[in-house]
């Protein structure tokens, strides 16, 4: 199974009105484990920033001029997401740019290229209801280290995002699950007679014991009665 978080940055929130994707981040991730096969862009806009964008990922014009379009980059970019889960924070935002880039080449929209979107908000939406569920507040929920994020960055923030998949879905990838995804087909699970395994009993000896039966006395002292499960046995 492979799944690639994707991050971009851009000039602006609006990709109907012309902002423009300027930084493409890309993790891999297959079977579970990071790669190290990732994939990072920066891209000139051939537009003006907006000063909130940049107060935000801090890409300034001056630093994009002399980076390559999206058109450069296209049949890399597209290549590697090939036939992959691509899984992003607030979905619907990143793929309404790279929709947008992509029709500005005479291309199809991104989703025809990869598997399929998983959009990770609404997933931490479902296991957290009711909280902040932005990068930063599951970073610190799910205690991955962002301490390096004075600014977002699209490889930095995909990275993340990486770590936080993780740890959101430890629990629903049992060792048998990742054993079905590593082998490329159907697994069966043997039956287990748990009569063939002997119990090994270690009883307390005399003097854990008697601190046992005087750390009971208290309890009764304290209580006035019995302890629940002293009265059962008298």
Known sequence: ??????????????PESGDRVIEIGCVEMVNRRLSGRNLHFYLNPQRPNSE????????????????????AIADEFLAYVDGAEIIIHNAAFDVGFLNEELKRIGRPRFTEFVAQVS???TMAREMFPGKSNSLDALCKRLEVDNSNRSLH??????????DVYINMTRG?????IDAVVAGGGDFAVAEIDFAAFQLHVIMADEQEATAHDLLL?????????????RALVA
């Open 1 to 14: 199974m492979r799944q690639i978080f994707l991050d971009t940055e851009t000039t602006g929130l609006s």
């Open 52 to 71: 909130d964008a940049v107060k935000v990922h801090g890409l300034t014009d001056e630093f994009l001029a002399d980076k390559p379009l999206f058109a």
């Open 119 to 121: 959009d990770s908000l």
């Open 153 to 162: 960055g699209a490889l930095l923030d995909a990275g993340l995002l990486a």
């Open 172 to 176: 629903q990838n049992s060792l048998v």
């Open 217 to 229: 006395a208290e309890l009764d002292k304290a209580s006035g009665g019995k302890t629940v499960w």
